[in-house]
């Protein structure tokens, strides 16, 4: 058996795919990329079980079969070539020689029989977005996700598809994000939770690429088609909290404030913070937010005074300033409101502008008991 | 720099107080403890002493050695007040000091004798604390707290003592080894047995020896010795941890009562942490049987300072450790990895009303004191509780027998 191949085009590829390997496997032949050659058509997928990724990269070739190759020597060796033809000629020694235009090097193959299947989905449903939309939802949700393996639906991300609109949801029981698309819409209605593993990869691919991902999901795997690409990924089984009846409806104190402002001041003062639990203070008075901090082991202490627009009555509310820094952060706006109820109910953040027509962001964000 | 640190002990400082309330007890022997069986004697006024007691000491054989002493309970929360009444004259007297204990403090004097001489000033520090007080107190100066401490130790009861600087060493050398702080039961009988009774002993043998005989520790001893340890003045002491436990009156294997008293340990130190704006990120239980064996458990939380987190995690662990079918004799509840902070709120489990009900509950505790209100599963055990907010920089009441 025996290709030709691109060494850079190759290289592309593989880091691409070299995400889903995670750094220690329990099957040593996950930490292999599987190469299936068919003729012209090279396959290269990488697996961690959860998750799998497969390509399909143009070769010169006229053979076919399948073959696993480590996939961190491989990729040490082409990150050290410069733009060549590389030629692949596997060996029934069990040994894959890859010539270049600077010498030979052989490494040593896996059958490819003994890679794991990737999963077929049976009677999927179907959606098709743009990828820079599915992208966006990714970036805007995901960071609000859990890590608690206790809670594992908390870990992923919600996919809520109806005929009106998506809706993708995240959430750490301590911050919520829900974000909404009204411009697209699903052909029937469909929820299921995605692990953030693969919607990292997703993600990091997907960004500024206007390439149509084509989503296929069933009750337990779900199956993103895009370009030359695949991936298939087990969902999280179970039921996500109902997260709708957490959000408070009636919050009569608004607070407008320009972003950047508000978020400089809050990551400066959250410094004076205690390094554990990162807790600040929002003191609300008529046009003014007082925002305060105080390490009182190591007597640090930051107060900071910002004009806002505000409406309702005065009050003290105490948050984890990371949850704000990181919300404050992943927004684009100007100007955000921040509405609440009372000291110990969630605050709601979202952008008054900056957005794009259909879209709408919610954040949540549950304050700390303060003594009163 | 030459300093100079002054050693403060109140004398028998329980058995003062007591006496204080009552003058009655004037004169007489009396034992301050637990009253039961399983009591140990917190304090003792020197009349009982004569007879052989100590405290630390089991107070049935207390009992036993002078019949003709009165016994009393003791109460933590007016010894509380009373080293709060001494701290305070202290810190307005003087610049730098250090609470050891709730009877033991140490102060930095040095610099002051340029205008008052420090003899002089501690001696009339001693008078206006006797006479505002009504405590009897002693104290030792000199260079460093190690030879200070050992001073008071020698110049009790109700009286002072100077060691001028340089002359420390002889002061020390004749002193049995146990006058040394730090040398314990344990180490005592180790340097006995290699024919070590007296400081001068220790002070002629070289450092190394020390080393090779009680490794790290005997180093430290060796210079407590020569009179040149020089431990800091620890102005603030921050609490790692906060803890309570019981020992039962009799050994017991009724899991509703050990439950009961679990649930209600666990409760009074949530309560605590909140009070002081803490949080917790481990819990431990311990229990000892009846055979002394004693095991403990703990586990690591996301910090919290709620109940509803931590007091079932406490029943768990308490669950998870009860498998001999034996009687218990003691249990226990720690909260240890301590910050400052306050609870953060959880979006799906915590409902309003049950933050409104913390919070007027803890309210409440406030104003009428901590077993105004409490859960009703706590209901059943006996007062488990203390008075004071274990946050404010003071050193724990702990029992005379635990200090070491």
């Known amino acids: 058996m025996k290709f030709i191949v691109s060494s850079t085009y190759l290289l592309k590829q593989l880091q691409v795919l070299g995400g889903v390997i995670n750094s220690s496997n329990t099957l040593p032949i996950l930490d292999n990329f599987l190469f299936d050659i068919d003729h012209s058509k090279l396959t290269v997928s990488a697996s961690d079980l959860e998750t799998t990724m497969s390509s399909v990269l143009d070769i010169e070739s006229d053979s076919e079969g399948s073959v696993a190759i480590p996939a961190r020597l491989l990729l040490d060796t082409l990150k050290t070539f410069p733009e060549q033809p590389l030629t692949f000629v596997i060996e029934d020694n069990n040994t894959v020689e890859i010539s270049s235009n600077h010498g030979k090097y052989a490494l040593a193959y896996a059958d490819g029989a003994e890679f794991p299947k990737a999963i077929t989905l049976e009677d999927p449903s179907s959606t098709t977005i743009s990828g820079d939309i599915l992208a966006t939802a990714i970036s805007k949700t995901i960071f609000a996700a859990g890590n608690d393996d206790l809670r594992p639906v908390m870990s992923g991300v919600f996919f809520q598809f109806s005929t009106d609109n998506l809706t993708f949801v995240a959430t750490d029981a301590h911050k919520l994000v829900k974000y909404t698309r009204e411009d697209v819409s699903a052909t029937q209605q469909a929820e299921f939770i995605m692990p953030k593993k693969p919607l990292t990869l997703l993600k990091g691919i997907l960004a500024a690429s206007d390439e149509n991902v084509t989503i296929e999901y069933n009750d337990s795997n779900a199956k993103f088609t895009f370009e030359n690409t695949v991936l298939v990924c087990r969902l999280i089984d179970g039921k996500y909290p109902n997260y709708e009846a957490v959000i408070p409806k009636e919050n009569p104190n608004k607070l407008s404030i320009d972003r950047s402002q508000f978020l400089s001041s809050v990551k400066r003062v959250s410094i004076f913070s205690n390094k554990t639990t990162h807790q600040i203070r929002l003191k609300i008075a008529g046009a003014e937010l007082n925002i305060s901090a105080e390490d009182i082991d190591y007597s640090n202490k930051a107060e900071e005074r910002l004009t806002c627009d505000y409406q309702g009555d005065d009050m003290q509310i105490g948050f984890n300033s990371r949850f704000l820094t990181e919300m404050l952060n992943n927004l684009n706006a100007d100007e955000v409101q921040l509405e609440m109820s009372m000291p110990n109910r969630a605050g709601i953040l979202t952008p008054v502008d900056g957005l794009d027509e259909g879209e709408h962001v919610t954040m949540l964000v549950m304050p700390v008991m303060l003594n009163s | ?404």
């Open chain 2, 1 to 404: 720099m030459q300093k100079n640190i002054l050693h403060l002990d109140l004398d028998t400082f329980f058995v003062s107080c007591e006496r204080l309330i009552d003058s009655r007890l004037q004169h007489r022997p009396l034992l301050v403890g637990g009253i039961g069986d399983r009591g140990v004697v917190a304090a003792c006024s020197y009349e009982t002493r004569a007879f052989g007691v100590h405290s630390g000491m089991s107070m049935k054989v207390a009992r036993r050695l002078c019949p003709e002493a009165v016994v009393i309970k003791g109460n933590s929360g007016i010894y509380t007040k009373y080293s709060h009444l001494v701290t305070e004259i202290i810190k307005e007297k003087v610049p730098l000091f250090e609470k050891a204990s709730v009877d033991e403090f140490y102060a930095d004097l040095t610099g002051m004798d340029k205008f008052y001489g420090c003899y002089k000033y501690a001696s009339e520090l001693r008078q206006q604390i006797i006479k505002e007080s009504g405590l009897p107190i002693s104290f030792g100066l000199s260079a460093n707290k190690i030879v200070s401490k050992v001073a008071t130790g020698e110049a009790k009861p109700n009286n002072q003592l100077q060691i001028d600087s340089g002359f420390e060493k002889s002061f020390l050398a004749p002193l049995s080894i146990r006058k040394i702080p730090s040398v314990g039961e344990k180490t005592y009988q180790t340097l006995r047995n290699l024919g070590v009774d007296k400081v001068a002993v220790i002070q002629q043998m070289p450092v190394e020896m020390m080393i090779s005989a009680l490794g790290a520790n005997g180093r430290t001893i060796w210079k407590r010795a020569n009179g040149i340890d020089n431990p800091p003045i620890i102005p603030f002491y921050e609490r790692k941890s906060i803890s309570t436990e019981r020992t039962f009156t009799k050994d017991t294997i009724d899991v509703v009562q050990l439950r009961t008293t679990i649930f209600a340990m666990a409760e009074s130190l949530a309560y605590q942490l909140r009070r002081g704006e803490k949080l917790a990120g481990t819990i431990s239980v311990k229990i000892r049987y009846s055979d002394f064996n004693t095991y403990s458990k703990q586990i690591k939380i996301p910090y919290s300072s709620a109940d509803h987190i931590i007091i079932p995690k406490v029943l768990e662990l308490f669950d998870k450790l009860y498998q001999r079918r034996l009687l218990i004799r003691l249990v226990g509840v720690k909260i240890s990895d301590i910050v400052t902070g306050n609870y953060q709120i959880n979006l799906f489990d915590d409902t309003e009303e049950m933050l409104s009900l913390y919070n007027a509950m803890d309210t409440i505790r406030g104003r009428y004191g901590e077993l105004s209100v409490m859960r009703a599963s706590s209901m059943g055990a006996k007062t488990i509780g203390r008075f004071q907010n274990p946050f404010g920089g003071e050193p724990p009441v702990l029992l005379a027998h635990r200090k070491h």
